[in-house]
């Protein structure tokens, strides 16, 4: 809620003004924000589309839009593109930051992009897991005689019958994003999950939180995981032994375990079984972190490195030491206390 709030407070509120509208308070914009997402699709439109770069393109979409109130409009189509390309420039700076790549013009001119949006006619077809029809996209216009426009697609080969609904698949959803975003749930859902998420926002409530912060982004550590509800009917752990042919979480135990100063924490006969990625427990180990353990994995980090920091220690190196100082019992029982809170 508070995310909403700073929202409405630094977007909405100048875009209501934009609008000439009055008397719109939050609880309205609250009500809006509901009302699109549950009925939003994630629409894949061409880059120049989206973020126009020319003239040329303005001309383009205007006569697909056939807009004549918005085209006629040049400083609000202005005024439009240019924050439009804000949000384009900013965007591809942060992507540099993160990824260390730099987007050209050339390389992003014939890229989709997926866009959240309202498609009038198919934003009334509802959720089924046997959807009577697909929705589909009209690049070339060769169709519905308008690019990029979507039509409906019956999944049926024979005539679609008269006062049947039209239902659409919103995707492979569990019952917990079914809920959360469209408001149902399915019983028996076949893609049902449990999502467990640690809120990155709790982590600066919490003691230690700088130097659990550090650790956690050099550990790669992942604050949530999905499971499908089938994996818990044995509880923590899976009925039987992985598969011969899934080594991966075998390999990570083995890397791990190879790797340990005292050798007097065992890796637990439990490790290959339990259900839960190794990536969140990880994180749940360091958020469970007392601060003597803390102090103890600089210890044995300096130990590693040399105390002059001769090079950084590897992310499977600051998870072995994470390990052999707090082994599991912290992060099971915040793992407990996460599942209780749901």
Sequence with gaps: MEAMMSFWSLRGQH???QLNCSEVSFEDFLWANSIFWTRALNIPLPHSYVFPQNQEDLNKYDSINNSA???NDHNSRGELINGLNDIKNEAQRVNSQVNGATSTLTSTQGETLWIEGLVPGIDFCNHDLKAAATWEVDGTGLITGVPFSMYLLSVERSSF????EISISYGNKGNEELLYLYGFVIDNNPDDYLMIHYPAEAIHSIPLSDSKALLLEEQKAQLRCLLPKSLLEHGFFA?????????DNKLEVDRISSFSWSGQRRMPSYLNKLVFPENFLTALRTIAMQEDEISKVSSLLEELVGSGGERQPSDAEVRAAVWETCGDSGALQLLVDLLQAK
């Design 15 to 17: 875009c209501i003004a």
């Design 239 to 247: 009925a039987g032994h992985p598969k011969d042919g899934n080594n």
């Design 161 to 164: 019958h008269s006062e049947k």
């Design 69 to 71: 109130e918005l085209s």
